[in-house]
């Protein structure tokens, strides 16, 4: 059986004032917690988005690049969750990490300092070498978009 810590990558962590480091809850969580970095409580409204801060600057290796997900507790409780989800963060990147959230319950949501609020997933990246051609190849499915392949 392969070790979480075996599998794992060096990723540079840049904190400012008040952050913290992403944190796995359990040995085998594929997401590491991002924490709210306020100066006072946020409240999201109804309906309404926010770009919260992580206080988070990261250096990944090349070929990687991390994701943003939402956390499913605050996404089946309070209708919280991360739009662009999940966000991409290139390798080059050097900017904070921050959290777009969006309330989409009826009743206001209020976002404390320290808080989670999203999950970190690291992942490996594919790139792609695009060539043109007159023909693609025939499938059972086809051109069938959205809701062909049935319930």
């Not at 969580?29 to 770009?51: C, F, M, N």
């Not at 921050?98 to 300092?113: G, Q, T």
Request: proline content about 6%; hydrophobic content about 40%; some cysteine.
């Amino acid at each position: 059986m392969v070790k979480p810590e075996d599998r794992a990558i060096e990723v540079l962590i840049a904190l400012s004032e008040g952050a913290r480091i992403p944190q796995y809850a359990t040995d085998n969580a594929a997401g590491a917690d991002l924490h709210a970095v306020l100066q006072k409580p946020l409240v999201l409204e109804p309906l309404s988005r926010a770009l919260i801060s992580t206080g988070l600057r990261i250096a990944l290796p090349s070929g990687y690049e991390a994701q943003i997900r939402p956390r499913s507790g605050w996404a089946y409780r309070h209708g919280v969750t991360c739009l662009n989800a999940p966000g991409t963060i290139d390798s080059d990147y050097r900017g904070e990490i921050k959290v777009i959230l969006i309330n989409l319950s009826d009743k206001p949501f209020v976002i404390e300092n320290g808080d989670r609020i999203a999950q970190l997933v690291i992942a490996p990246v594919v790139r792609a070498d695009f060539s043109i051609s007159s023909h693609l190849d025939d499938t059972t499915r086809g051109a069938g978009g959205f809701g062909s392949t049935g319930r």
